[in-house]
């Protein structure tokens, strides 16, 4: 079978009708993101993308970060803001401002419904925040995410992270109807048609890990200029992954992230994360400290030095979870761990 038939076949098995899969929610066991099948795209050649490459400029906030990456590595902090609450986002802003490069505003299974992102983009810029804004296929169609785009970019956000998105069958919005009119890769060309600085997704260790690499080279060819990278294990395992990712074809600067743990609910939620893996005894040293607030900060920096040591990353990128109520706690640990990594300079 072709590779174009094998993709429309896998098409229209897969939930998210993706065509350019696996996404990153596949398990261990190669079972689907929803569990009710094996993945359609696991056992399978990666598919190439079919589209034009992708070419264009960057506009200028793209630009500025482009230019901070070119001086020292970026410093990526999530936005632990509380949903849909514009004071959260006031307070959690000010306590990051000055201490990180950007703030990726994208979702997560526990506040899964969020302002809109060209909206939540100007309230967190308002707060003196460069805004790399996460954009996903779940719950828009094509049309919807055009106008989203088009409303990024006239907000003047720094960059947009495109991916595809978790199903809405998992995270606490299972009554919502699923739309995956496009996916993550389909998005990248559009977003930087007009001059957003375009990053994507990509879990090394979710299945089939030996095809993670040559999967993001293709998004490479789609315009992706920077890719975020799950929770991957030690540095030597992310050098591993960049080494692949090289000789798959792509020079595309790797922003691994950092797992930020500063209590225990924070820890379940990186328990939960589909093909996350953590480094040894990282949660552990945290939950067993006197001070796990302390301890979390100390091992993040740590890590996240290491991690900027390998060839091919271009930053970090701090994420994390908290209780509701304590996202400025959890703001606060990003903000000390950025400024210790020398972010927001």
Not at 180 to 202: K, M, N, R, Y
Not at 251 to 269: F, K, S, T
Not at 313 to 325: C, M
């Amino acid at each position: 079978m072709s590779a174009a038939a094998g993709a429309a076949s896998d098409t229209a098995a897969c939930p998210k009708h993706m065509t350019y899969g696996p996404c990153g929610g596949v398990g261990a066991d190669g079972g689907c993101e929803i569990g009710t099948a094996r993945c359609v795209f696991v056992d399978d050649p990666v598919v190439p993308w079919r589209g034009p490459p992708g070419s264009g400029g960057v506009a200028p906030a793209g630009r500025e970060l482009l230019a901070i990456a070119a001086r020292r590595p970026l410093v990526l902090a999530g936005m632990p803001a509380a949903p849909l609450s514009a004071a959260s986002i006031v307070e959690c802003g000010q306590i990051l401002r000055g201490a990180v490069d950007a703030v990726l505003a994208g979702d997560a299974a526990t506040s899964r419904v969020q302002f809109p992102p060209a909206y939540r983009a100007l309230l967190i810029q308002a707060e003196g925040l460069r805004v790399w804004a996460g954009l996903n296929c779940r719950d828009r169609n094509r049309v919807a995410l055009e106008a989203e785009i088009a409303a990024l970019a006239h907000a003047g956000v720094a960059a947009v992270h495109c991916v595809t998105g978790d199903h809405t069958l998992s995270g606490l919005r299972p009554d919502a109807t699923p739309v995956f009119d496009l996916e993550g890769t389909e998005l990248v060309p559009l977003a930087g048609a007009v001059g957003l600085l375009v990053s994507v997704a990509e879990s090394p260790n979710a299945p089939p890990v030996a095809h993670r690499a040559a999967r993001l080279a293709e998004k490479a060819r789609a315009g992706a200029r920077l890719a975020m990278l799950q929770y991957c294990g030690e540095a030597a395992d992310v050098a591993a992954f960049a080494a692949a990712v090289r000789a798959a074809g792509a020079d595309l600067p790797l922003v691994p992230g950092v797992p930020v743990v500063v209590d225990r609910p924070g820890a379940e939620l990186l328990a939960s994360f589909a093909g996350a893996a953590l480094p040894a005894g990282f949660v552990e040293e945290v939950l067993t400290a006197a001070d796990p607030y302390a301890a979390g900060v100390r091992v993040a920096v740590s890590h996240a030095r290491e991690l900027l040591d390998v060839e091919g990353v271009a930053g970090v990128l701090l994420g994390g979870g908290a209780a509701a109520g304590a996202e400025p706690r959890l703001a606060a640990a990003f903000a000390e761990i950025g400024r210790e990594l020398g972010g927001g300079g």
